[in-house]
């Protein structure tokens, strides 16, 4: 069982990083409403919680998922400049790229780029103009293009479909649905729903994905989870494109959680899973 101290800095990583802008549970008829919130408030004398934290800090059974997985892929969305990372090194050397783009009308497509990186002022991390650190992805083709992201798993130039509305969130005991060969897929969420000092807050929060074939057979997997956003924090947690990134005919998801880009693709699923996560996008200069 992992310590309490290695769970605090999980989730101080996830909620106050840098960001751009599972367990086999059934779905919450519309979200518990409980006045009383349910974590622990008891620390080691070693490890107590911070001042922005105090209230809300999980107890061992509760961990932020995901924290940790192979990066295979990378996603950049191309506005704005990034940090000079050990990550951005990694992602300068690839050598294929492939970038989503959306008309005016939202037609989408994946077309093959080439990518440069430009060096600019880092306006958090530098101090003199004339020694700049920061890294500016520019794709060869950049008009209408709103992400790029390095290809694996059949990734090819290829029109795609959104199969959800864009950027879908969810709160607790909502939920989408998304049919495609037969199968039925819902995305839904589950967590507490509470108030505090009449401001409405979330804790357990759990987000789904459930598939059922023709046949009847059933597959649920949790997608993503964080005990507590906060003492009164709502969840931001979307859908950013649901769409057929690889090549076979089940969907995949970009997700973010608004400290993180994650990127679940079925090409890479197990045999207990929907589909697999790959990879995450980089440090975003921007907080």
Known sequence: MRSKKTLFFMLLLVLFSCGQGESNLGPAAGGAV?????????????????????????????????AEFEIKTYYISIAGSYHNTDELTKIKQKKEWIGCYKNDVGEMELKAVKMTFKRVFDEMMDSDKKRPTGIEPVPSDAVDCAFVMNPIGGMKPKKIVSLL??????????????KSNDVVYRIYATGE???????????????????????????????????????????????????????????????????????????????????????????????
Request: proline content about 6%; charged content about 25%.
């Open 34 to 66: 409980n006045e009383q919130s349910n974590l622990a408030q008891e620390t080691e004398n070693n490890d107590p919680p911070d001042d922005e934290a105090e209230g809300i800090f999980p107890n061992q059974d509760e961990v932020v998922f995901p």
């Open 193 to 287: 729903r509470i108030m505090e000092n009449d401001q409405e807050g979330i804790r357990n929060y759990k987000l789904f994905i459930t598939s059922k074939d023709k046949n009847g057979l059933e597959k649920t997997q949790l997608l993503m989870q964080v005990p507590t956003f906060g003492e009164y924090d709502l969840p931001s947690i979307r859908i950013a494109l649901a769409s057929y990134l690889d090549d076979d005919a089940i969907p995949d998801f970009i997700l973010s959680n608004e400290s993180q880009t994650l990127i679940y693709l079925s090409k890479f699923a197990s045999e207990n899973e929907i589909v697999h996560i790959v990879g995450s996008d980089v440090l975003y200069s921007g907080c």
């Open 165 to 178: 509305p864009e950027d879908s969130e969810f709160l607790p005991g909502e939920q989408k649905i998304i």
